[in-house]
């Protein structure tokens, strides 16, 4: 029998149960969120769960047409569907609905289709293409050029219609590109990029200028496997906090000592490099090349946070970073979030008995801040278990990934687990005020037709190219 028609058989039918019954989970939480005294039935199609039930049907049918298309034409059209993609994401800035400041939806009766949530699994296929190409070297410059594009067009006409949360998501398909052999020097500067900018916003200048100090005095004893020099630098600093110190106690010089010994941390970091230049010290170069991304990355911080990011974008940021405290305005749908969450205790307390939820204290809670509802009606417990599903899930996901034979199908399959990882670690973090609340769904749990469906269509082109494993896919 030929693998086109053993389809079904192949197919890795627990990953299709863990999708239905995440999807159930969320159908019935979705109910739970929305549930009132006047519209009990669950079948009610005026109310959003009535509405999931609809999407969700049609989503398995979906599903089922994915499965149904030959796993080659996935790999054959990967180009022609990121083309028609990214011409959505422009007509959609043209023609499409505002809803909350953002245009990011077409409108077709009482259904909105939001292209973004089509780029995802549509960039992911370009980028499985690419990859897999016979000449492709992801070493290579012009390489890392092209990868970057690819994630970049969509990106940027995705922040153009005011929908940066969304755009957010692309970024994580550089851990795809890790493991198809990125230098993970790249994943360095990219996690160090981002901790600078967080330190940039909780410490002065020159607080932070001191603490890159002292981390590039410590790099430099590590790399030069010498405690000598480093422990030098650290007690010239230490001693040079002293005798400022003592200085402006005595004469009350103007300027902080923080200051004054910020600057003298910079003469002595410079004397170091030099030294080190002078010795042929090959490890300064890096220490240097580091010390200079980080004082670029701090210095524009400022700039940045005031003049490119929205207000609300820095309002949500400054809550999480306890900048600023509001739990009555910009902090509320976080603070009642976690009110809900934190009232659900061991166990929960029970089904379409959540207090926080019924009487609407929670803003958006049964898209973006679904999760607080299911803390709340199932507890710890509840919670702990649809994390492990999700868990399970991913899991599954990379050992299917790890078994394919084609390279594309690899590459698109651990793309599929870096995006739903996102959306996951990313809305349940918001939930619990752990990440600044930047609107994105809960994969098969938040309400919303074009994020399920979306979701849908990622998961299962991956199922369709795995059950055709054997066959050469390019």
């Given amino acids: 029998m030929k693998t086109s028609n053993n389809i079904w058989f192949n197919l890795d ?45 049609a989503g398995i049918v979906l599903a089922i047409m994915v499965l149904s298309v030959d796993s080659k034409f996935y790999a054959a059209f990967a180009y022609h569907i990121y083309a028609i993609t990214i011409l959505l994401l422009i007509a959609v800035l043209f023609l499409g609905k505002e809803v909350n400041g953002a245009r990011a939806w077409f409108e077709f009766g009482n259904i909105a289709l939001q292209p973004a949530e089509l780029g995802k699994f549509a960039t992911n296929l370009a980028l499985a293409k690419c990859i897999s190409q016979f000449d492709f070297k992801i070493q290579k410059m012009r390489s890392y050029i092209i990868l ?72 430099y004893g590590v790399l ?116 809900a969450i934190g009232s659900g205790g061991i166990i929960g307390k029970g089904f379409l008995k959540g207090t926080q939820t019924k009487y609407n204290f929670v803003p958006e809670q049964s898209t973006d801040f679904i999760f607080c509802t299911v803390g709340e009606e199932w507890g710890f417990i509840g919670a702990t278990a649809v994390l492990g599903l999700f868990l399970l899930l991913l899991t599954r996901l990379i050992n299917i990934a790890e078994r394919q ?6 590459v698109y399959g651990y793309g599929v687990a870096c995006i739903l990882f996102f959306h996951i670690a990313i809305n349940i973090s918001m939930t619990i005020g752990l990440a600044p609340v930047i609107g994105i769904p809960l994969p098969f749990f938040s309400y919303g037709g074009s994020s399920l469906w979306s979701f849908t269509i990622l998961l299962f082109i991956f199922l369709r190219l795995d059950a055709s494993r054997t066959e050469n896919i390019r």
């Fill in 405 to 410: 034979r084609s390279q594309f199908s690899r």
């Fill in 224 to 339: 030069r496997q010498n405690i000598k020099e480093p422990l030098i630098g650290f007690l010239a600093i230490i001693g040079a906090l002293g005798l400022i110190w003592l200085i402006n106690s005595i004469f009350s010089l103007d300027g902080t000592p923080l200051e004054l010994l910020t600057i003298t941390s910079m003469l002595i970091a410079i004397l170091v490099i030099i030294y080190g230049i002078i010795r042929r010290i090959g490890e300064v170069w890096r220490i240097l090349l580091f010390f200079i991304f980080a004082i670029g990355i701090s210095m524009s911080v400022n700039y940045f946070y005031k003049n490119v990011m929205a207000p609300h974008q820095r309002d949500r940021i400054d809550q999480v970073l306890g900048i600023k405290i509001d739990k009555l305005g910009k902090g509320y749908n976080v603070n009642q979030s976690k009110i």
């Fill in 13 to 57: 039918w627990t990953t299709v149960l863990l999708y239905l019954l995440l999807v159930f989970l969320g159908w019935i939480n979705i109910y739970a969120a929305v549930y009132s005294d006047d519209h009990q039935s669950i079948m009610d199609m005026g109310q959003k769960y009535g509405k999931q039930l609809i999407w969700i049907i």
């Fill in 148 to 219: 970057i594009l690819l994630i970049l067009l969509p990106s940027v006409l995705i922040i153009m219609q005011n929908d940066t949360g969304s755009a957010l998501v692309f970024a994580v398909f550089v851990f795809v590109f890790y493991r198809e052999g990125l230098n993970g020097m790249v994943l360095f500067w990219g996690f160090a990029a981002a901790a600078l900018f967080i330190l940039s916003l909780l410490l002065d200048q020159f607080k932070l200028l001191f603490f890159l100090l002292t981390i590039s005095v410590a790099a």
